[in-house]
Structures are given as C-alpha cells and as structure tokens.
C-alpha cells in the first residue's frame, strides 16, 4: 500500500484510494476535466483527470478506485495527475486502510466523558447527559465513532470525542480560576456543543453532510436533541434548559461562524475559546505532521489565512 502520507513529487503511482470527491470543471479555455479529492487513512490528496479517453473508466464519487499517475507539485502542495482509472474490485483492497482515525484508544476516551458525567453534582443535567451519550447505545456508539469536520479539525473517526475531550479538559481547567462559573453547566455544554455532529456526518469513511446536516446544521440539531431529552425528565427546570441550550448555539462565538446568538453567560464565553483553541490548534498540529514543505515554514494554510511556522530549531 502506498499511503497518501509518503507521497513524493515526480512518483508514478499504481495504487487504490477512495474517491471522496468528484466534481466536473473547465479550464479558462472552457475544456472540461475532473478534480477529485482521493483519501486513505494517512490523508488526501488532490488529483486532476485533464484527458478523458478510454482508460478513464466510469466511476463516482464515494467508490474505491485504482489509479495510475503521476505526482506533481502545483502551488507548492503535491498533487496527482491520473492517466488511468477504474474501480476497485472485491478483494484488491484492505478498507481499514482507507478510514482515518485517532490515534487515541476510543473506549478510553469514552470512558473519560463517562468518567465527567459521574462527576456532575446537579441530577437533572446528569440524568440529561446520560440519557444522550449513555442510556442510547445507537448515539453513545455515533458519539465515539464520528468525526468533528468534514475537512478541517480532527476530520476522522473518533475526531469528534477527542475534540470533545479535548474542550472538556480545557473547560475543566479553567473552571475554578473565575468567578460565577457554574462547574455543570459548564461541563454539559462542553460534552454536547457538538453532539448534533452525529446526525450531521455519515460514518467514515464518507464522512459527508446528511440532508439534515446541510439543511438544519449540528447546532440546531444537537439543541433538539437536549429539548428531546429535557421533555423525558421530571421537573427539569426550564431556565436550566435555556442555559445548556445558549451554551449550544453561542459555541461558534460570533453570527459570521454560525451562532444565532453571541454567548452571554460566563460558561458559554468559557466553552466558546476552549473549542476555538482546541480547533485553531490542532489545525497546526495537522498542518506540522502533513506539510512536506522543506525548512520551518509550511505552505500558505487557506483555513487559516497563513503561513505557519514550526518552532523546533
């Protein structure tokens, strides 16, 4: 197998890759070609079919498929220039070797969250947290598995409880340093600001919108989801459920990144730079482990409007 990961400029590639991406274009000269996103566990690539003829075969976006190419650069990113394709057939390829994934043990990470929800003092907010993430075994099983981005932060299986984890522990930390900060309130904000992604992503390795992540958006759904829940449990205060549901729909922290309210509560300011920092981070952390630009500067990074730099010298 030779991984998207180990790819090098000048290299002629005869391998299997999973077609996360098809789209039909044209040149400046209206001549039409296709760009594909192609994806393995290490990463993804893009590639360009600027001739189509026989050895191009019928394909479509979501298949396995074999290609034979070669490896350009094009804006200082490597890129696949294919020269023949076909789809897979049963048996010539391993899947695992096409889904990505944490490289942290996932019934560990779960455990963690299982471990924060005991910690929960307040029953109404433990009983609402169990319900969603415990007492469901199909969302617990989506909660572990999902990732947190089609494209951008941990954009694998089991990105989504890592980046959860990952606010969480920020949230946690910071929690006792200020005042008027309820430590509950706060941590079920942290567990459930993303739990909508669950019906947002389909399962790896796809891992594209639903129709109702491009309709209605993991916000929206993740506050259905604890309105759901909250209607199951006996007295649960209603003021109670406003701030765990601002806490939802304030996590993106301004109208621009698609939060219909801007936080006003102590925990939803708290919970909105723990998952900026988490977020911001690991783009350079992913950024450092896949840029192969030599010397400590990577590529121009179009997320984040920059160039980054290492810091090891």
């Not at 999973?18 to 690539?45: A, E, F, I």
């Not at 946690?172 to 993303?194: C, P, Q, T, V, W």
């Not at 604890?226 to 205060?237: H, K, L, M, T, Y």
Request: proline fraction near 3%.
């Amino acid at each position: 197998m030779r991984y998207i990961e180990d790819f090098k400029e000048n290299e002629h590639i005869i391998e299997h890759y999973l077609c996360k991406q098809k789209q039909s274009l044209k040149t400046r000269s209206g001549k039409t070609y296709l760009s594909l996103r192609l994806m393995d566990k290490t990463g993804t690539v893009d590639a360009k079919i600027w001739e189509m003829h026989n050895d191009i075969q019928s394909f479509e976006e979501g298949d396995m498929i074999k290609i034979d190419g070669n490896i350009v650069t094009f804006q200082n990113e490597l890129q696949l220039k294919v020269n023949k394709l076909r789809k897979s057939r049963e048996g010539e390829y391993i899947a695992n070797n096409y889904i990505p994934m944490t490289d942290k043990d996932i019934e560990s990470l779960y455990a963690e969250v299982q471990a924060i929800i005991k910690s929960i003092t307040h029953p109404h907010i433990r009983q609402l947290l169990e319900n969603i993430l415990v007492n469901d075994k199909d969302q617990a099983e989506a909660y572990k598995s999902r990732s947190a981005a089609k494209y951008m932060h941990h954009a694998y299986m089991g990105g989504l409880i890592e980046h959860t984890l990952a606010v969480a522990s920020i949230c946690e930390f910071m929690s006792s340093r200020y005042k008027h900060i309820n430590r509950d309130i706060l941590m079920a904000g942290a567990l459930l600001h993303d739990v909508g992604k669950i019906y947002e992503l389909s399962k790896m390795p796809i891992n594209d919108y639903t129709d109702d992540g491009q309709m209605l958006g993991h916000i929206v759904i993740g506050c259905e989801m604890v309105s759901a829940q909250v209607a199951q449990i006996d007295g649960f205060p209603h003021e109670l459920a406003s701030m765990i549901k601002h806490l939802i729909i304030s996590h993106h922290g301004e109208y621009e990144y698609g939060s219909p309210k801007l936080p006003c509560t102590a925990e939803a300011i708290l919970l909105h730079y723990a998952d900026n920092m988490d977020a911001k981070l690991k783009t350079f952390e992913e950024t450092f482990d896949n840029d192969k630009t030599p010397g400590p500067w990577t590529g121009y990074n179009k997320a984040l409007n920059r160039y980054l730099r290492r810091s090891d010298f």
